[in-house]
């Protein structure tokens, strides 16, 4: 019972932070630029508690999801000159784009951290075709590749990627055995059952190995690994676009939920790993060019500075209002599947 409330605890507190980061950049950047905020709050719902301190109420609410902060004059017109739509261009989309960018910069801060204290994530070499190339290029199963042609590596689908996009006749593999860095040139087979180029690798799936770096070098290649996982990201979504991803892959917040549970059971640093992950996922879906998002704001942004002047406000609401209802409509969606093995079981018992 103890260790089930600890693990509920847990996934609050990190979609707790993920929200308290987003909106913090919001806030912070609003305070720089001299735009009066009237409220910070963490949830929705009715108000739990709360204090004020100066011209902000900061208030926790009761649904632990979500968050918002309340400018003066964000969706109404305000004679305030403190008024957020009477700010200036940049400084209307720098408050929105902050928010986004905390996300980012929370993922960054976590990596560096894991990185320093664990070490950056490698492939390491499961087993070896029998016949194909890496079998007799002096490779060995439990070898930690950490780079193909010089450029760092960190998951499976990277290794692949890599292997199956160069244009050289062979690639060049750098490894970790025994504390020591090797480096294998290897020819690369074109695969027709595949259709593509292979060396012959077959990477542990399920693990990854830990290459310990100095700080300067987890600074340098923190920002590499989370551009690695945006790419990963943009691809799952273009696969989900094209039919190459299934829907049922496709996760909302029941699963989100489900895995976040999951991951708290294995420890603190799995958990913080998938907090990263969540925030620089979070970032990049809310700069979707959708209304109601930040991306959505900022391509407003973008009209106005185009035209010269502002779209009509209550146009503008009106497109954020269909966004936020697409969204919803998404959301439940989404949800529904997540949820779907658990009816058609509830289905079964009635």
Do not use: C
């Not at 294995?266 to 959708?290: D, H, K, R, Y």
């Not at 500075?305 to 209550?314: A, C, D, F, H």
């Not at 998404?330 to 949820?339: P, S």
């Amino acid at each position: 019972m103890l260790s089930t409330l600890l693990i509920v605890i847990e996934v609050i507190l990190v979609f707790s932070a993920l929200i308290l980061i987003h909106e913090f950049g919001h806030f912070i950047v609003a305070k720089a630029v001299g735009i009066k905020v009237h409220e910070f709050s963490l949830g929705m719902g009715p108000r739990i508690t709360g204090i004020k301190r100066g011209e902000t109420e900061y208030n926790l609410r009761a649904i632990p999801i979500g968050g918002f902060i309340r400018p003066e004059g964000e969706d109404a017109e305000s004679e305030d000159p403190r008024a957020f739509g009477n700010k200036p261009l940049w400084a209307r989309a720098a408050v929105v784009a902050a928010g986004p960018i905390s996300n980012f910069i929370l993922a960054f801060i976590i990596i560096i951290a894991l990185f320093t204290y664990l070490g950056r994530p490698a492939i390491i070499v499961g087993n070896l075709t029998a016949g194909m190339p890496a079998a007799s290029s002096g490779l060995q199963v439990g070898d930690v590749i950490t780079k193909i042609n010089d450029k760092n590596v960190f998951f499976p689908p990277e290794l692949i990627k890599q292997i199956s996009s160069s244009k050289d006749a062979k690639i060049s593999m750098t490894v970790i055995r025994n504390n020591k860095e090797l480096r294998f040139n290897i020819p690369k087979v074109y695969s027709q059952t595949e259709k593509r180029f292979m060396v012959g690798v077959l990477p542990v799936q399920e693990a990854a190995g830990f290459v310990q770096s100095n700080y300067w070098e987890n600074l340098k290649l923190s920002p590499i690994y989370l551009a690695a996982i945006v790419d990963e990201i943009g691809r799952g979504l273009k696969g989900l676009f094209t039919g190459q991803v299934s829907k049922d892959e496709v996760g909302g917040p029941v699963k989100i939920i489900q895995i976040t549970s999951e991951v708290a059971k294995t420890g603190i640093f799995n958990l913080l790993n998938l907090l990263a992950l969540l925030s620089l996922n979070l970032g990049i879906v809310n700069l979707f060019p959708i209304p109601a998002l930040d991306g959505g704001r900022l391509i407003f942004f973008a009209i106005e500075g185009i035209r010269g002047k502002p779209i009509e406000q209550k146009k503008e609401a009106v497109a954020h209002m269909v966004g936020f209802v697409f969204l919803i409509s998404l959301i439940i969606l989404i949800t529904i599947n997540d949820i779907k093995p658990w009816l058609q079981k509830l289905w079964v018992l009635f």
